[in-house]
């Protein structure tokens, strides 16, 4: 197994953009918001990569579906995230509309990657 595969996987580069996105949106936040919301967000928008990434040093392809379905479960979390900051006004729906398009072409990303995987 190549070292550090994840590396050249798109989904692997597609989120980092995500996140590199959300640390933009997160900048915008009004002071007091940052901590609390910004903080949650960008967890949740990290935990996406860390896990696609830790998932592909995994052995057995049942390993690595686990971290599939864990990254997915974060993608869901970020576009909550996103859209309970747009529903309060903190968020622009510019934000929200791109944040969603990426995090579904990540899921389609990650659906293709479960359904190769076959388990």
């Given at each position: 197994m190549?070292?550090?595969?994840?590396?050249?996987?798109k989904v692997y580069k597609d989120a980092q953009k995500l996140f590199s996105l959300l640390l933009q949106i997160v900048k915008k936040l009004?002071?007091?918001?940052r901590y609390e919301l910004g903080s949650q967000l960008l967890r949740s928008g990290l935990s996406i990569i860390l896990n696609v990434a830790e998932g592909s040093g995994k052995q057995s392809e049942k390993e690595l579906n686990r971290f599939i379905e864990t990254s997915l479960g974060s993608l869901y979390e970020t576009l909550a995230n996103i859209d309970t900051l747009k529903s309060n006004d903190l968020a622009s729906e510019e934000d929200f509309l791109t944040t969603r398009d990426m995090i579904a072409n990540i899921c389609n990303q990650l659906g293709g990657f479960k359904k190769k995987l076959d388990l």
């Open positions: 190549k070292q550090f595969r994840f590396l050249d996987w009004p002071r007091e918001y």
